[in-house]
C-alpha cells in the first residue's frame, strides 16, 4: 500500500472526496467507544446503587421483626443472620469469577423461609396490621436480590466490541493509507493512536467486570460488614 501510494499518488480532487469520508469513520469510531463508556458507567453505578439498596431493606426488615410476637422472633432473627451471611458469600463467590446462578440457589431457599415464617407469623388476626409493615421491605429485598443477580450478568453485547474492534482496523487502515501517500510515517501519531483505543476497550472491559477487575465496588460492599454487625449485636 505504501509503495502503490508513492508511485501513483492521489489527486488533489481525489483527496478532498476520500477526506469526508476519513473522518466520519474516525468520528464514528470516537462516537462509539464515547456512548459504550458512558453506558458502561451507567451499569457499575447501578450495581453499587443495588448492592447498598438491598443492605438497607435487609436491616429494614430486621428491624421490623420487633413488631412479630415474641415467640417468633428469634428464628426469623437467626434466618435473617444466616440470609445476611448468605448474600456476603454471594459477593465473594462473585468476586471470585464463580457461577452467578449456583450463587443464589441458598439465598433463595432463605428467602422461602422467611417469607412462610412472616406469613405464618401474622397469621392471626391481632397480626394483620404488622404483616403489611414487614412484608414491604421483605419483598424489596427479595426483588433488589433478583435485581443484583441480572445486573451482575449484564456487560457490553459481543457483537458491539466487535463492532468497535472492527472499526478501530478500518480507521488504522485508513490513516496508514493516508500516511503512505503524504510518503512519510509518524510513529508518534500511531502509538497515541494504538495506546488510545487499546486504555479505552481494556477499561470498557474492566467496567463490565466489577469483580475481577482494577475498578471495582468492593467500597459499596462494606455496608453488609455492618448489616452483619447489627444482627449480630440484637
Not at 480532487?13 to 468520528?27: F, K, N, S, T, Y
Not at 428467602?111 to 388476626?125: C, F, H, L, R, V
Not at 424489596?140 to 472499526?167: F, N, Y
Request: net charge neutral; with cysteine; glycine share 6%.
Amino acid at each position: 500500500l505504501y509503495r502503490h501510494a508513492t508511485i501513483a499518488p492521489a489527486s488533489e480532487d481525489q483527496e478532498r472526496a476520500i477526506g469526508p469520508i476519513d473522518a466520519a469513520v474516525l468520528a464514528l469510531l470516537g462516537l462509539l467507544l464515547a456512548l459504550t463508556i458512558s453506558s458502561a458507567s451507567d451499569r457499575l453505578i447501578h450495581k453499587r446503587e443495588l448492592s447498598v439498596a438491598e443492605a438497607n431493606a435487609i436491616r429494614t426488615a430486621y428491624l421490623r421483626l420487633d413488631l412479630l410476637p415474641m415467640d417468633t422472633r428469634s428464628s426469623l432473627r437467626d434466618l435473617f443472620g444466616s440470609y445476611v451471611d448468605e448474600r456476603i458469600q454471594y459477593t465473594e463467590i462473585l468476586d471470585a469469577g464463580g457461577s452467578n446462578a449456583s450463587a443464589m440457589g441458598r439465598s433463595v431457599q432463605i428467602q422461602n423461609a422467611i417469607w412462610e415464617s412472616i406469613m405464618d407469623a401474622t397469621a392471626p388476626e391481632n397480626a394483620q396490621a404488622s404483616r403489611a409493615l414487614i412484608l414491604a421491605p421483605v419483598n424489596q429485598m427479595i426483588d433488589l436480590a433478583g435485581s443484583r443477580q441480572v445486573s451482575s450478568d449484564v456487560r457490553t453485547p459481543e457483537m458491539l466490541m466487535a463492532v468497535i474492534m472492527v472499526l478501530s482496523g478500518f480507521s488504522a487502515f485508513l490513516g496508514g493509507r493516508l500516511v503512505a501517500r503524504a510518503g512519510k510515517r509518524t510513529w508518534l501519531n500511531w502509538c497515541v493512536f494504538s495506546l488510545t483505543v487499546s486504555a479505552v476497550l481494556m477499561t470498557l472491559m474492566d467496567i463490565d467486570n466489577p469483580r475481577i477487575g482494577f475498578i471495582r465496588i468492593d467500597a459499596a460492599d462494606q455496608i453488609w460488614s455492618a448489616v452483619r454487625l447489627q444482627i449480630q449485636q440484637r
